[in-house]
């Protein structure tokens, strides 16, 4: 499996994690959960329709983090992502906590998906 990171992605990142400290350990196990399973697997993620775009795009809902122990089930983080199968790769386009905005910002995915991927 391929990762890929965006600029709005690793921006997003980067503002996050001076916040919440366990983010990159917490990314890596998201990482190993998308390398065996990175479609879509309701309800905690799935893919976004009516944006237009060809490929597949998926949300991911409750990632677990060490920073929310105790916080509930669905507090956390939230992930935008592109998965080809052919090649087996995977770009992350869009990372924010739940606390920020309740839904993605379809806008942002699609300007991102077209200038950073084609």
């Not at 995977?90 to 200038?115: A, C, G, M, P, T």
């Amino acid at each position: 499996m391929i990762f890929e990171y965006l600029p709005a992605y690793e921006k997003d990142f980067k503002r996050l994690a001076k916040k919440y400290r366990t983010l990159e350990r917490d990314m890596e196990v998201v990482k190993k959960v998308l390398h065996v399973r990175p479609d879509a697997l309701p309800p905690f993620s799935y893919r976004i329709s009516g944006l237009g775009i060809s490929s597949c795009v998926i949300k991911m809902k409750r990632i677990a983090s060490d920073s929310f122990k105790g916080k509930g089930n669905n507090s956390g983080f939230r992930l935008i992502y592109v998965y080809s199968k052919e090649p087996n790769k995977i770009v992350f386009i869009e990372l924010y906590h739940k606390s920020e905005k309740e839904v993605e910002d379809r806008q942002k995915i699609i300007l991102n998906f077209i200038y950073n991927i084609y």
